[in-house]
């Protein structure tokens, strides 16, 4: 398997996989593969996604 060498689906970027974060996180623009925030602060809306979590309840599993 060559998990670190997916494509990001937003810009085609680098993809590789963040301890932190649990999920491969685009090296180009940050896009979190499967997540639309995350703890570490980015969101697909280009929002604050710790903020999001904390104001949903900390609920990961929310995918609009
Ligand atoms: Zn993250
Ligand atoms: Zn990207």
């Known amino acids: 398997m060559a998990e670190n060498e997916m ?17 491969p ?3 180009g623009c940050g896009h979190h ?7 570490c602060g980015w969101a697909a809306d280009g929002g ?7 104001e949903m309840g900390e609920c990961l599993d929310d995918d609009y």
Not at 48 to 54: E, S
């Open 7 to 23: 494509k990001c689906p937003e810009c085609g970027g680098k993809m590789e996989r963040s301890r932190e974060c649990g999920v």
């Open 25 to 27: 996180v685009c090296t």
């Open 33 to 39: 593969l499967g997540l639309a925030r995350c703890y």
């Open 48 to 54: 604050d996604g710790r903020d999001q979590l904390i």
